[in-house]
């Protein structure tokens, strides 16, 4: 995207013009433009990459905020590098969250507007919660918070998208392992508990899981754009026509009402009228669903997480086993990989973004892909410090025998999602190189090896991963794990190994989670080790009362790369781990594997 100094009369200086004309003519001094969608989505479709529009960052998460005469982004650890470079020259200030001394939104709009001004957003774009969130803070320095129903980005955006028309497909129940109706019968059993009429679902992947539809409408996560309405009576989908195809027409035959995607809103407002207990997810629920339903006001609001949260996370022995078929199909495309890497880079000519592109290819001959779970992060030398890098045409650079190089990347199967991070040395790694990678592996090996009690939270378990790097004065930005969805979003809540995320949320049999400490040098490397892995429970009881306990069993297969390791640096237990996970790699993995593919294998999973 072309930009030019800010000031400047180039394509996003001219757009924040423009914007602020518009805020105004509607009396706001202060715009928001979020990253989400009236879904609450991570990744979102071209037409509602508002925030990306406005300011030229294209990282999945971050915050717009636009005064008469300033302009700032919002954004956390994993893309300040990223945004750094994206922001030059447009006018926009860059404010890394939670870094110390950093104002926060709210502080830096109190700073910067006057007592009775006010911020203007888009109710269908910020969840009730988080409205709520701004209302409280802004209130306290007497600085409103105004809804604009339409979107005033969209008034500027001449040559916006349309909406996705991506067919929505069925999703077999030999890989959900569960049918719609049943998931159905278990939602109205948590609505009967909760004495709700009526159950609101915004949020795709909610939708997908719930009557078993995939689609092709968002980048890496197979959802559909559409609504649900669940009733004590009925049950409707609102989705654009143009998805339903014969199959799904026929899936959904007796199970659900399709009504147009466009005519949600007219819903809502009918279902403002009745006496009925509508249960809303306030964490993400718009606040203009909200909004139509408060008012007249008729109907009771239930503001609670939804039952379909957590039933989704939860993950049945069906899903369960093809998680475990599937990171067998990914383990062995990851192999076939490395070993390539390792003979293709001293021949020249592989690049960040070749070296991605083999990847999928390799998966691609896998049984059941779909497609990538999100864009691989295919990172040498200092960009793997960026930790959500994305390699371009400019930034493209050319992998050479000395250095680390780091490829994050994951797979959707019909069966299961993959998330797996392997730091290669691609030379002779340096001491400091090897005695941080150690750090980091002792970080993840603690994770994979904890045993817990029935209740914990993951923000209880994130130090464990820390503690070998807090001991060297070492950190990482970003949480130790996220949930997982079963062929669905490659990032799932509500349970996280974060100290931020997650909390509130204990961990159950058959919730997913990745871990995947890290370590990052600015512009010169970066380290993060990922595996997959489920809570099971532990066999043994605990000693005192017979408490259940927990463990992670791990379901990703591929080796950690043993010259990166400082073996010294590990302790029995740790070394036994670390044996024991190569075995069971190199178990499974030489079934299926052969030539250079298994002598690479054998080689890589060497006992230390």
């Known amino acids: 995207m072309a930009k030019t100094k800010a000031g400047g009369k180039g394509p996003i200086p001219q757009r924040l013009e423009g914007l602020r004309r518009l805020m105004e003519m509607h009396g706001v001094h202060a715009y928001l433009v979020p990253s989400r969608d009236p879904h609450q989505s991570e990744y979102v479709p071209a037409c509602w990459k508002r925030r990306e529009w406005i300011s030229g960052f294209t990282g999945s998460a971050g915050d717009v905020i636009v ?12 893309y300040i590098l990223q945004a750094e470079h994206e922001l030059a020259c447009t006018g926009f200030e860059l404010h890394p969250v939670g870094e110390p001394g950093n104002a926060g939104p709210c502080e830096w709009l109190a700073r910067t507007l006057e007592p009775g001004q006010s911020v203007g957003f888009d109710p269908a774009v910020v969840t009730h919660r988080g409205a709520e969130s701004w209302r409280e803070q ?12 339409a979107n005033l980005v969209d008034a500027l955006w001449t040559d916006r998208p349309g909406l996705p028309a991506e067919p929505a497909v069925p999703h077999e129940n030999s890989f959900s392992g569960e049918t719609a109706p049943d998931k159905l019968s278990r939602v109205r059993l948590e609505m009967s508990v909760e004495g709700a009429g009526a159950l609101v679902i915004t949020p795709l992947d909610a939708v997908a899981w719930l009557f078993n539809l995939r689609g092709g409408d968002i980048p890496f996560n197979p ?12 049950t409707r989908l609102y989705v654009d026509e143009t998805k339903v195809t014969p199959a799904l027409r026929e899936h959904l035959d007796g199970l659900a009402e399709i009504r147009p995607y466009g005519s949600f809103g007219d819903a809502l407002d009918d279902l403002a009228k009745t006496d009925s207990v509508v249960w809303l997810d306030p964490d993400t629920t718009g606040e203009d669903v909200a909004t139509r339903l408060e008012h007249p006001g008729r109907c009771r609001i239930l503001y609670r997480q939804s039952p379909v949260v957590r039933l989704k996370a939860v993950k049945n022995g069906t899903e369960i086993a093809g998680f475990e078929a599937a990171h067998v199909r990914d383990g062995a495309a990851m192999v076939r990989f ?26 691609r001959e896998g049984e059941l892909y779909q497609g990538p779970s999100f864009a691989t992060i295919s990172a040498y030398g200092g960009h793997a410090a960026v930790v959500h890098y994305g390699a371009t045409a400019e930034t493209d650079c050319e992998l050479r025998l000395e250095g680390l190089y780091l490829v994050d990347s994951g797979g959707q199967y019909l069966d ?9 040395a691609l030379g002779r790694p340096t001491e400091e190189q090897r005695r941080r990678f150690t750090l980091v592996l002792k970080g993840h090996i603690a994770l994979a090896r904890a045993r817990f009690p029935d209740g914990t939270q993951g923000v209880q378990l994130d130090v464990l991963a820390r503690a070998p790097l807090w001991e060297h004065g070492l950190d990482y930005g970003h949480g130790s794990g996220h949930g997982v969805g079963s062929y669905l979003n490659v990032h799932e809540g509500p349970q996280a190994l974060s100290p931020v995320r997650g909390c509130g949320t204990a961990l159950e049999t058959g919730m997913f989670v990745s871990i995947e400490p890290g370590c990052y040098e600015p512009e010169a490397y970066g380290i993060r080790i990922e595996n997959l892995a489920h809570v099971t429970a532990d066999a043994e009881d605990g000693e005192a009362g017979g408490r259940r306990f927990y463990r992670f069993r791990v379901v990703t297969l591929c080796p950690i790369d043993r010259t990166l390791i400082a073996p010294d640096l590990l302790t029995r237990e740790e070394l036994g781990y670390l044996n024991s996970y190569h075995q069971r790699v190199r178990t499974i993995l030489s079934t299926i594997l052969s030539g250079a593919d298994a002598e690479y294998l054998k080689r890589a999973t060497q006992p230390l």
């Open 138 to 149: 802004l209130d306290f320095h007497d600085i409103s918070l105004e809804p604009i129903e």
């Open 338 to 363: 490395l070993s390539w890497l390792e003979r293709a880079v001293p021949r020249g000519g592989v690049t960040e973004i070749s070296a991605a592109e083999k990847l999928e290819s390799l998966r």
């Open 223 to 234: 959802v559909a754009v559409a609504y649900a309405l669940i009733t004590r009576e009925g």
């Open 67 to 78: 005064t008469r005469s300033r302009a700032g982004l919002w954004t956390d650890s994993r």
């Open 416 to 424: 299961g999602t993959t998330d797996i991070t392997r730091t290669v």
